[in-house]
């Protein structure tokens, strides 16, 4: 293989880009991890030139994708190669900070404790 893989994380998504030209093999699971949210869905938006593992062979937890990039290859076999890009939509939920749940326990209980007090 000559060339490059470039894996760029947007705001909801992960772009995996390549001037590689041809094909690889035996580069193992490629995994992501130290997500500040929660992740919720992982699925492949586009693809263009990519016939690979990674399409179809991923997973994802709550923290974490694994992209399987065992062997694969690009449309582009002339060198430069460019043009091959993969798009994977990622849908998360934010985690709330510990001190934002305080706050609102806090609240709650000073709404109850205001409510109780005009009652009586």
């Known amino acids: 293989m000559i060339g490059y893989m470039d ?17 690889w093999s ?3 699971l490629y995994t992501f991890s130290g997500f500040d949210e929660i992740l919720t869905s992982v699925s492949l938006a586009s693809n263009t030139g990519f016939v690979a593992d990674f399409l179809t062979d991923f997973s994802f937890t709550s923290d974490s994708i694994t992209l399987n990039m065992n062997q694969g290859s690009v449309s582009q076999w002339l060198w430069p ?5 993969a798009v994977f939509d990622i ?4 985690v709330p900070e510990p001190s934002s749940f305080a706050l609102s326990a806090l609240a709650l209980a000073g709404i109850g404790a205001a409510r109780r007090r005009k009652i009586t």
């Open 81 to 85: 190669a460019s043009g091959d890009i």
């Open 7 to 23: 894996f760029d994380f947007g705001a909801s998504t992960l772009t995996l880009s390549s001037n590689t030209m041809g094909g």
């Open 91 to 94: 849908n998360s939920n934010t």
């Open 26 to 28: 035996g580069f193992g």
